[in-house]
């Protein structure tokens, strides 16, 4: 019974950063972060530079600034997986987020988060979230594939 209660803390995780993107709330945004989390993001201008962030450290308003560059973001959560070892789990969820820059620019991304999550203080947390896209481009999907394996 304690597994099932903390797969779906987790799935109400994944749901409430969801939905901090969506409104843009860089509040609620930061909350479902532990104090040490880390961040990875890809390299998506091709510059062979990853971005490794910890949250703490303007993490969160370098989320906030970005989303100002957009007049439109809809952060869908599709399916997942959890795998909860006491207070810790690892899961895996894919994702899309439908975009429109505020210079009128629309863009579709596809891509699968690679999470460590951690319980504390009886609730649960990003420890760290790694972001690999698997499609970024036009929402005709005549952009980028790249292969998740």
């Not at 109400?12 to 409104?23: I, K």
């Not at 949250?55 to 599709?78: A, G």
């Amino acid at each position: 019974m304690e597994k099932i209660a903390a797969e779906l803390a987790i799935r109400n995780l994944v749901g409430q950063y969801a939905d901090a993107v969506n409104r843009r709330d860089k509040d609620d945004w930061a909350k479902v972060w532990t104090e040490d989390g880390v961040w990875v993001l890809p390299d998506l201008m091709n510059t062979g530079d990853h971005k490794i962030m910890k949250v703490r450290e303007n993490v969160v308003d370098v989320w906030y600034n970005t989303m100002q560059l957009f007049s439109f973001v809809m952060h869908i959560v599709y399916s997942g997986t959890i795998d909860v070892q006491g207070n810790t789990a690892t899961s895996r969820w894919y994702i899309s987020e439908n975009l429109i820059g505020t210079d009128g620019t629309h863009m579709t991304l596809f891509g699968v988060y690679n999470d460590e999550n951690v319980k504390i203080e009886g609730k649960w947390l990003y420890k760290k979230r790694v972001f690999r896209p698997i499609y970024t481009g036009p929402a005709d999907l005549s952009g980028q594939v790249m292969q998740y394996t």
